[in-house]
């Protein structure tokens, strides 16, 4: 299995942070593969130049502030697992947000490694731009 992590700071409230982050309807302001996005009331739906993901929402935990998922369907190959986590922590005077992705198979490791790179890349601009 592959585990990526990657991490940002902001300077935002991390209750704000949280918001914008968990809001599927933001995800295509601060994701640049993602050009569509809703949530079903189970699953959320991500539609990309490639294609839609289908990801199950696992946790949204507002107390902690993790959100994670897996991607169900849309991926080029078979799923055998995967869990993406989205920490928000406070750091100082902003906001410490740490995206971590375990995936199987391997193979699948840097379509993920970039698409979440490019991912946490889109929320730092997304709140440098946006106090």
């Known amino acids: 299995m592959t585990t990526l992590r990657f991490d940002t700071r902001v300077e935002q409230d991390p209750d704000r942070v949280w918001a914008v982050l ?4 933001t995800i295509p302001q601060w994701f640049p ?3 569509e996005a809703y949530f079903d009331g189970v699953h959320r739906h ?12 696992v946790t949204k935990d507002d107390e902690l502030r993790r959100f ?13 697992f995967h869990l993406g986590t ?27 490694e970039r ?3 490019e991912g946490i890349a889109g929320i730092a601009r997304y709140f440098a731009t946006h106090p």
């Open 33 to 35: 593969a993602v050009r």
């Open 115 to 117: 698409a979440v790179g």
């Open 68 to 80: 994670q998922y897996r991607f169900v369907e849309g991926l080029p190959e078979p799923i055998e």
């Open 22 to 25: 968990t809001d599927v309807n």
């Open 86 to 112: 989205i920490d928000v922590l406070p750091d100082g005077d902003g906001s410490r947000v740490v995206y971590s992705q375990e995936i199987l198979p391997e193979s699948l490791a840097p379509i993920v």
């Open 46 to 57: 991500l539609s990309t130049p490639q294609g839609t993901l289908k990801a199950l929402v």
